[in-house]
């Protein structure tokens, strides 16, 4: 059963969804003793923070799995978005929370990208988390309006040699996981191309199809309608994988861009200091909700490839991406709006 309701408290709009357990009985019969186990013992809501607004694509995922979520535990789950400042205002909101297993943060690409392109952030992307999961990945595709002259990477490389600087990109604002894509294709392959920053994804999308800017990187789930109806077409995918629902468009890497491999994700933290039995708990029950039919397959359904990462590997991931993350923003120059 859902509650939802909005209001405008602090410095960005705010909104909860409460999403109430199932029946306890009910509940045990298809999860298991142990999840009763839990449920008896610890009832408290968990509130789960969006550094990102309602109807996002990181928002979508998150309430694709937080019901399934609230049975595991046995307690309600709160899902509360707080956007602003590319994340920074959520992500404070995380940092600051108790250390008690109550509130955890549903974190994507610009927690490690906002290093890089922000001069100061007040707190420390690495040092005041405590990662739990990576949940998956999304592969992004790189679409151009139908008039666009190249049909594949090769075409697209040719071009932008031939004319460089003339070509132009969009994406969904500056320091984005949408530009930062774009820019590490160029380093890639060497070609150089102008950016036009929108306010918006759907802004950004919008132009494209209308032929006002030629190409664009969009996930792979927001783009389908578009690729079917023929009103975009796709030059490739950026993962290292095809994308499972767009499998016959070949990745970046295939078609030449060697080492290519970038894309959505979602992951689950704590603020940093969350006890190792808190970690371990919520991670079990990450985990059970995600390998239910429900879960997985509603996340699979916005285009997700799962991972369900340990919490040491999802460290190590947090790590490895705010290293990667300021090489492309160094190299491409990048700045926040």
Known sequence: MFHAKASAQG???LRRTLLTAASLGAGAAWLGQPVLALAQGDARPLRLILPVGAGSGVDVATRAF?????????????????????????????VRAPKDGSVLGVLSNNHVVNPAVYKSLPYDSL??????????????????????APRNLAELVALAKARPGQLNYASSGNGTIIQLAFEALKMATGIFVTHIPYRSMGQALTDVISNQVPMVFAAASIVQQHLRSGSLKALGVSTAQRSPTLPDVPTLAEQGATGYDLGGWIAVAGPAGLGVADTQRLHAALLRTLQTGEARDALVAQGYQLRLSSPQESAQFFRTEVQRMAQIVKAGNVKAD
């Open 11 to 13: 410095p960005a709009p």
């Open 66 to 94: 937080a019901q399934a979520l609230s049975r595991n535990l046995g307690a309600p789950v709160v899902v509360e978005n707080l956007p602003g400042a590319g994340g920074v205002t959520g992500t404070q909101a995380l």
């Open 127 to 148: 040092a005041d988390i405590t990662p739990l999961m990576v949940i998956g990945a999304v592969p992004l595709v790189l679409v151009a309006h139908p008039s666009f």
